[in-house]
């Protein structure tokens, strides 16, 4: 079946680093939908990008994504990290669109 | 826009209790979800429904049963609460163009 790795549960940046948060998939369709939702604390999951379109960067709230399906990616990025990105982040994956297939999630704490 | 609501926000029961958790969306989309989220094991799915007295497992469908009556409205029954069990759930519904799923707000429960 579809599955979505995220390899990093946890990482740790100084506020104005680059974001990189990592997320690579697998499904034997060749039209998945992929998606990154953001969660803050005592909060439930937001979306924060979507994408089906083959190495086309998709943009929201400063953070970027490019799907490649060449090698079954989409990271998450965005430039200068902010102390209010700290949340947990889940990269999903939809191949049938009924269902989402979500990765372990990836904790993101910014620090001064 | 809409909006789903999820009650109670909080639930306490007692081992081998049975208790039932409910979700409202006024999106008016046809497929709704339930998730549980534990600390540490990301998103996993419950119970999905496509339509009205439709009713589909996830991959966490034992000890639980689901219910819809309404197409607004999805309940969930924890079917013999265990103890010391503390998770998060999540009602979800999902949109008619990209597959996005919007969540609610979720419950927590706690078992004594």
């Known amino acids: 079946g579809d599955s979505v790795t995220q390899t990093e549960g946890l990482v740790t940046l100084t506020e104005g680093l680059p974001v990189m948060l990592n997320c690579t998939y697998q499904?034997?369709?060749?039209?998945?939908?992929l998606f990154w939702y953001v969660q803050h604390l005592n909060e439930s999951p937001r979306l924060l990008l979507k994408?089906?379109?083959?190495?086309k960067r998709t943009e929201h709230q400063g953070f970027h994504a490019t799907l490649h399906k060449s090698s079954s990616s989409f990271h998450l990025q965005k430039s200068s990290a902010q102390l209010s990105d700290s949340a947990l982040y889940y990269c999903?994956?939809?191949?049938?669109?009924?269902?989402?297939?979500f990765g372990q999630g990836t904790i993101l704490k910014v620090y001064l | 826009g809409g909006i789903i609501t999820q009650t109670p926000k909080f639930l306490i029961g007692q081992e081998g209790q049975k208790l039932t958790l409910k979700c409202q969306q006024n999106?008016?989309?046809?497929?709704m979800y339930w998730y549980r989220q534990d600390s540490g094991k990301g998103l996993r799915l419950i119970y999905y429904?496509?339509?009205?007295?439709?009713?589909q497992k996830g991959d966490l469908s034992e000890g639980y049963d689901a219910s819809r009556e309404k197409k607004s409205s999805f309940s969930l029954t924890v079917t013999s609460a265990q103890k010391n069990e503390m998770a998060v759930f999540l009602c979800?519904?999902?949109?008619?163009?990209?597959?996005?799923?919007?969540f609610g707000p979720g419950t927590r429960l706690t078992v004594l």
């Open positions: 979800a519904s999902r949109g008619t163009v990209y597959a996005e799923q919007f």
């Open positions: 429904s496509i339509t009205e007295n439709d009713l």
């Open positions: 499904t034997i369709y060749s039209n998945p939908f």
């Open positions: 999106f008016n989309h046809d497929t």
């Open positions: 999903a994956l939809t191949s049938s669109g009924q269902k989402l297939v």
């Open positions: 994408s089906f379109t083959d190495n």
